[in-house]
């Protein structure tokens, strides 16, 4: 049977993965955001997952106005690194997973999930970034992704509630896929920034903060928290750290097992126009 071991929270600053791919990661500004990745790189070398079910959004990058899942899994064989503008990243291609990928949507749409499948889809810094944070700058990614497209641009979003049980039906999903794979599920993005507007600039440690203490002790309560109180203390981006709770759902204490290991924990202003922040949790 697959499980999930562990889960891996991150911001995905399109800046971050600039700076690795123009080689500025020892300057002073970027230096202490590296920093706090250091352990997490050695954590994934020594807990190498088999497949990683990486939550992420899109940035109007694969979809645009003129289509906008609101989940969106992705059940290709590869994906390619997109070009947002300046030609794409030089990362390597996300090999996928299909078959696990298959089974998840067909367990999670009977569960009542409405997810929309891809087969085909350039992936942008949304899911590269982290997986650049977490891995470094290898020739390959060390396993297959499974890329989970989240609608966190373009209102009506999916509520916190909603984003805390389809985690608990992934995690059911990945439960009953009957090979033995150790998987690790990310939720990506955030955390405080707004990047237009009057308010351009935001960021709010008090409830970045606050945000991590209850995404590790009460993810609960989070989820009851409305998109409107994202976008009021965390800016109008900062809506990104919903995706967050679909990752938490997964974990063994919201399925009546104990509460996860914190492996990691960090929090760093700034990067750009956003508040970095950081989460490994194992369950
Ligand atoms: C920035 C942050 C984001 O999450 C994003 O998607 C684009 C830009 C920024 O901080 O500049
Ligand atoms: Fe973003």
Redesign the pocket.
Known sequence: MARITASVFTS?VPAIGAALDLGKTGEPYWQPVFQGYDFSKQWMKDNKPDVIFLVF?D?ATAFSLEMIPTFAIGTAAEYQPADEGWGPRPVPKVVGHPELASHIAQSVIQQDFDLTIVNKMDVDH?LTVPLSLMCGQPQEWPCPVIPFAVNVVQYPVPSGRRCLNLGKAIRRAVESFDQDLNVHIWGT?GMSHQLQGPRAGLINREFDNAFLDRMIDDPESQAAVPHIDYVREAGS?GI?LVMWLIARGAMADLAGGPKPTVKHRFYHVPASNTAVGHLILEN
């Open positions: 995905h959004n940035h949304g993005g981006e990104e």
